[in-house]
């Protein structure tokens, strides 16, 4: 267990549905990423959040949203699905100790598969 | 922009055989260089870093070297294991208040009995 805690495990929703991920970042973390790992496209980078507001964005799609709670617990939010959003859906964190940013390393959760049917 | 490139897999192997996985990096500054393994069916992991010039990750009989001067962090093994099975992926992170990870494109190994 990485202490990051991702759910659900799995979706299967139909084309055009909404989904809400959650991630639990691992104790005294601040930071939490959300990447998205398909077959032909690897490892992409959506958003960062810290201590609740947005500090990066990378390849976003609009349809696709997030948002970090004071709890620090965060939510990867899907919109009118499409067959090619199908992917893996990994939360990291970090930030413990200080240690706020990537270059120290994340912890990942075991990730939320999304299949769209 | 950051990138990372590493060798194509899939990277078949015999058990006890010596493992090299080629990476290299393009960055301005001083990165962070990761290994990371993600195990079937299963989140990354972190395996080893390195975040100065000529240091030395290493982790379970893993190891690579950060070479500023051929900019690459290649991961070596001496004896793969059956157990080593997983995607490797190489990655880097500069020092920045939005630094994200960039990760290379994986590479598959399969190591057979």
């Known amino acids: 267990d990485s202490g990051v805690t991702q759910t659900p495990k799995h979706l299967i929703t139909a084309t055009g549905q909404r989904v809400t991920l959650r991630c639990s970042p691992r104790?005294?973390?601040?930071?939490v990423y959300w990447y998205q790992q398909s077959l032909d496209q690897g490892l992409q980078f959506l958003i960062q959040?810290?201590?609740?507001?947005?500090?990066a964005k990378g390849n976003i799609l609009e349809r696709f949203s997030a948002q970090q709670f004071p709890d620090l617990h965060s939510e990867l939010n899907l919109s009118s699905l499409e067959l090619g959003d199908s992917a893996l859906y990994f939360c990291?964190?970090?930030?413990?100790?200080?240690?706020?940013?990537?270059?120290?390393?994340?912890?990942f959760g075991s990730g939320t598969r999304l299949t769209v049917v | 922009g950051d990138s990372v490139t590493q060798m194509e897999g899939p990277v078949t192997l015999s058990e006890e055989a010596f493992l090299t996985i080629n990476c290299t990096y393009t960055?301005?500054?001083?990165?962070?260089l990761f290994w990371y393994v993600q195990y079937p069916g299963e989140g990354l992991q972190l395996l080893l870093k390195?975040?100065?010039?000529?240091d030395k990750g290493s982790n379970k009989g893993f190891e690579a070297t950060y070479r500023k001067e051929t900019t690459s962090f290649h991961l070596e093994k001496g004896s793969v294991q059956v157990s080593d099975s997983a995607v490797y992926f190489c990655?880097?992170?500069?020092?920045?208040?939005?630094?994200?990870?960039?990760f290379g494109s994986g590479t598959r190994l399969s190591i057979r009995p």
């Open positions: 990291a964190s970090s930030g413990g100790g200080g240690q706020d940013r990537g270059y120290y390393g994340y912890t």
């Open positions: 990655a880097l992170s500069r020092y920045s208040s939005a630094s994200k990870i960039i």
């Open positions: 390195a975040t100065k010039a000529d």
């Open positions: 960055a301005t500054g001083y990165p962070s």
């Open positions: 104790s005294g973390d601040l930071s």
């Open positions: 959040y810290y201590n609740g507001e947005e500090r």
